[in-house]
C-alpha cells in the first residue's frame, strides 16, 4: 500500500478527534492548507462547524465535527478502505 496523503490523516483525526486547528494540522500532519480540506469535506456533504478560538495576537479556526457518519459518507470506496487501514493501523501497537 502507498503512503498516506496528509488528507488522509486530517480525516482519520477528525474522525476519531471530532475536532481539529490549523495549529493542530501544522503541527501535527505539515499540512497548511487544512481550510481546503475542510471545505472539500462540505462540498461532499460533512457536517463540520468553524469556531474561532482567541489566541495572543488574534484567532485561528477550530473545525468541530458536528456528525462523524457525514465525514465517512463523503469518501469514496477506495479513500474509505485507505482510511480504515489507517484508523487500525493508529489503535494497532503492533503496526
Not at 502507498?2 to 476519531?16: D, G, N, P, S, Y
Not at 505539515?30 to 463540520?48: F, N, Q, Y
Not at 465517512?72 to 493508529?90: G, V
Amino acid at each position: 500500500m502507498k503512503r498516506f496523503t496528509k488528507k488522509e490523516h486530517i480525516i482519520v483525526h477528525l474522525i476519531q478527534r471530532g475536532q481539529i486547528s490549523s495549529w493542530e494540522a501544522i503541527a501535527s500532519y505539515r499540512h497548511t492548507r487544512l481550510s481546503t480540506v475542510i471545505h472539500e469535506l462540505r462540498r461532499a456533504g460533512a457536517s463540520i462547524k468553524t469556531v474561532d478560538e482567541p489566541h495572543l495576537g488574534g484567532t485561528h479556526a477550530r473545525y468541530l465535527v458536528l456528525d462523524r457518519d457525514s465525514v465517512i459518507n463523503t469518501l469514496t470506496p477506495p479513500m474509505r478502505e485507505r482510511i480504515e487501514f489507517l484508523m487500525k493501523s493508529a489503535n494497532d501497537g503492533t503496526y
